[in-house]
């Protein structure tokens, strides 16, 4: 089945059309900024431009960057504050005049390692952890999801929230060595370790290309893989998940 899967990030909105059998890209990638604010209004329109330049009268699957619950933005994340409450699925369907299927984004990019990934058929516990602008985080159990988790949003030693202290953007703010953001970002994945026992810890986001160049600085124990779809994670689990529920 042919889906158009959209990736909100904090930085830039992607789609591209995906083949949700094999999770190939139909399309080339088209990338728009995501706009300052990035209120629902503005965002919206940006979605409204990608809709257009595909030409798509279909189904879209949309991947969100912060907690959806039944369609419905329940924390504003790092986009803007009048986001919370807003049911995004009704506010793009209104825009673009096409049924959308909107979820986290950390979940639907593990929901694409999973399905056909860098977990597929792993057993037990998979947790996917996107890191980026924050630390997004997914759950799954022998291949289902249990959506909505937000490890990024726990507290680290000293009391911050600890995205705060090992999300890529904070190692771009603070200009860290990768070895030193590499050490940060160990101690949350020892803590995911202790708290949630998983078979498998897959790493997307910008960052993950450059895993070889960090992974001998993590000592925890769990085993770590990165996502086989990278950046294209987001997209594609958007395409997997709009084709999933327009079947229900």
Known sequence: M?????DIGGS????????????????ERHRIDTPKPATP???????NQMIVFFNWKKAVGCSFPTTI????????????EKWLDIKVDKLFRKECKLPFYVSNDADLAGLAEVSLGAAKKEKGVVIMITIGTGIGSGLFFNGNLIPNLEI????????EIIEFHTADSVRKKENLKLKDWAIRFDSLLEYIRIVYTPSLIVLG????????????????????????????AGIIGAAIYASKEHKK
């Open 2 to 6: 042919k889906v158009l899967g959209i």
């Open 205 to 232: 986001g910008g960052i993950s290309k450059r895993y070889d160049g960090f992974k001998e600085h993590l000592q925890t124990e769990v085993k770590v893989k990165v996502a086989e779809y990278k950046n294209n």
């Open 69 to 80: 619950v039944n369609g419905k933005c329940i924390h504003p994340g790092n986009l803007s």
């Open 12 to 27: 830039g909105i992607k789609a591209a059309i995906v083949n949700t059998k094999t999770g190939e890209l139909l399309s």
């Open 41 to 47: 209004e503005a965002v919206a329109k940006v979605i």
């Open 152 to 159: 990024g949003k726990m507290l680290h030693t000293n009391g």
